[in-house]
C-alpha cells in the first residue's frame, strides 16, 4: 500500500497501528524511543497490507496516538514479542498488517473486566470498511490475540466455529458486502502463566502466514 491518504485517515482512528517497526526497536534510541512510530511506519509504507488486520482487545494504557499502539518499549507490554514473531521472522503476509484494539479504551486490570459491547464489533466493521474506499479488497483476514476477542466477533458475527491446526479457531462471515476471514490465536503477552502460550503464538503466526493468508 502506498497511498499517503488512507494512511492520514487511519492515522485518526484511535488505537490503530501497523505491524512494521524500526530494525532497533525495543532498544533504547529507537525511533519509537522518540515517539516516531509514525515514522518507522511511513518509512515502510510500501510493506503495509489492509487486508490482514491484528486485534488486541483494548489498549494497555491511555489511548495511543501517531501509531505508537503496541510499539511500546516498556517491556511489561510485551509488544517485542509482535516484532520479533512477525518482522524478525519476516512473515510476508502479516508483516505491514493493521493493527488495532477492538475496545478503544482501558477498563479492567490487564482487560479481564474489559465488557465488549455490540457497539465495539460494530464499529470495528465500519473501521475496515475504510480501507475499501481507497482499495478494493476481496478478503480480510483478522487475527485475534486472546480467545475473548475471538469469541466476541463470533457472538456477533455468527458462523461455525473450526478449530485448525496449531490450536487456532476459526470463523469466517460476510457482512455487507466484505467477506471476513477470523482466526483466534494466543495473546502475545508474556507474564505468569500466559509465557507457554506466548510461544506458541510465533507457531501459529508462521502456520497462518504460510497455510492460511
Request: aromatic share 12%; hydrophobic share 30%.
Amino acid at each position: 500500500m502506498r497511498d499517503k491518504r488512507l494512511l492520514e485517515e487511519v492515522e485518526k482512528v484511535p488505537c490503530s497501528s501497523w505491524a512494521v517497526w524500526s530494525k532497533d526497536f525495543p532498544e533504547k534510541g529507537c525511533l519509537e524511543d522518540e515517539k516516531s512510530a509514525e515514522k518507522a511506519i511511513k518509512d515502510n509504507i510500501g510493506e503495509l497490507d489492509p487486508s490482514v488486520i491484528l486485534v488486541s482487545l483494548n489498549p494497555a494504557e491511555k489511548i495511543p496516538k501517531g501509531f505508537s499502539n503496541f510499539h511500546s518499549l516498556d517491556s511489561k507490554h510485551s509488544d517485542y514479542n509482535l516484532k520479533k514473531y512477525i518482522q524478525e521472522n519476516n512473515l510476508e503476509k502479516i508483516k505491514g498488517a493493521y493493527m488495532t484494539d477492538l475496545v478503544k479504551s482501558r477498563t479492567g486490570s490487564e482487560g479481564k473486566d474489559t465488557e465488549v459491547k455490540k457497539e465495539d464489533c460494530k464499529k470495528f466493521l465500519e473501521e475496515i470498511k475504510l480501507f475499501n474506499k481507497f482499495k478494493d479488497i476481496e478478503n480480510f483476514n483478522v487475527i485475534c490475540f486472546g480467545r475473548k476477542v475471538f469469541n466476541r466477533f463470533l457472538d456477533y458475527f455468527g458462523g461455525r466455529k473450526e478449530e485448525l491446526e496449531k490450536n487456532i479457531y476459526f470463523f469466517k462471515t460476510s457482512q455487507e458486502g466484505l467477506k471476513v476471514n477470523f482466526y483466534g490465536v494466543y495473546f502475545f503477552g508474556s507474564r505468569g502463566f500466559n509465557h507457554q502460550n506466548v510461544l506458541e503464538l510465533e507457531d501459529q503466526l508462521k502456520y497462518l502466514n504460510e497455510e492460511k493468508l
